[in-house]
């Protein structure tokens, strides 16, 4: 089975400092991992994969992230958060073999910027 | 279009009623997935079609919900006698299927709130 934990309910970032959503994964085999952003009343908007490569992808928005195979994480970045970042973010996962194509999600992290 | 498409918005049903949720994927793509949010959750997946052929539908949650993708396009998600723990967001998605690469993302439509009173 493949999982997804969002440890966090709630993170809180000051606009200009930089922002950390944390993600870790549970899957056999190699993983593809996805981050969703999801406004209010709006669909899951896609914001960056890792599929293969550099552990370090960059996805919209100045958001990137960073896969560490040992540690199971996919932890989102941004270096500089804006008050327009403010959504609740999903981590997703599927595995890597033709058959499996459904994402599992975690449970979301509200992320709020405070000006 | 340019995004995926779900119809209606909003619904509300009454408990044992019958509901038909629409979605229209994006022109050409072949793959298609069906997901459940319920409030404060994230999505959970309910099935997946590749063109007409419905190749997933372990998450379904009971005999009373009913996917089909008759024509490789359009979609309908059908949920008979509907009950209150039905009440969530259903959420339609769609790829571009890459042969066996299959590591495109989803893109996803804004979703059909029902509600069952």
């Known amino acids: 089975a493949q999982s997804v934990a969002q440890p966090e309910d709630q993170v809180n970032v000051a606009e200009g400092n930089p922002l950390t959503v944390k993600c870790t994964y549970s899957v056999s085999g190699n993983p593809y991992l996805f981050w969703y952003v999801q406004y209010p009343n709006r669909g899951l908007q896609f914001l960056l994969k890792y599929i293969t490569g550099d552990n370090l992808v960059k996805g919209s928005y100045g958001f990137e992230a960073e896969f560490n195979k040992s540690q199971t994480s996919f932890h989102l970045k941004k270096p500089s958060a804006l008050v327009s970042d403010s959504a609740l973010y999903f981590c997703a996962v599927r595995k890597s073999n033709f058959g499996n194509e459904k994402l599992t999600f975690g449970t979301g992290t509200r992320l709020t910027i405070i000006p | 279009g340019a995004g995926v498409s779900q119809s209606p918005r909003y619904k509300v049903a009454k408990r044992g009623q019958d509901v038909a949720l629409r979605c229209d994927p994006i022109s050409g793509h072949v793959s298609l997935f069906w997901y459940q949010q319920a409030l404060g959750q994230g999505p959970e997946f309910l099935t997946y079609f590749q063109n007409e052929a419905q190749l997933d539908k372990s998450g379904l949650p009971s005999d009373r919900f009913f996917a089909e993708r008759p024509e490789g396009s359009v979609s309908t998600l059908k949920i008979q006698r509907t009950q209150q723990e039905d009440s969530a967001v259903y959420l339609c998605?769609?790829?571009?299927?890459?042969?066996?690469?299959?590591?495109?993302?989803?893109?996803f439509g804004q979703g059909t709130r029902l509600t069952v009173v």
């Open positions: 998605a769609s790829s571009i299927y890459q042969g066996a690469r299959m590591n495109t993302e989803a893109f």
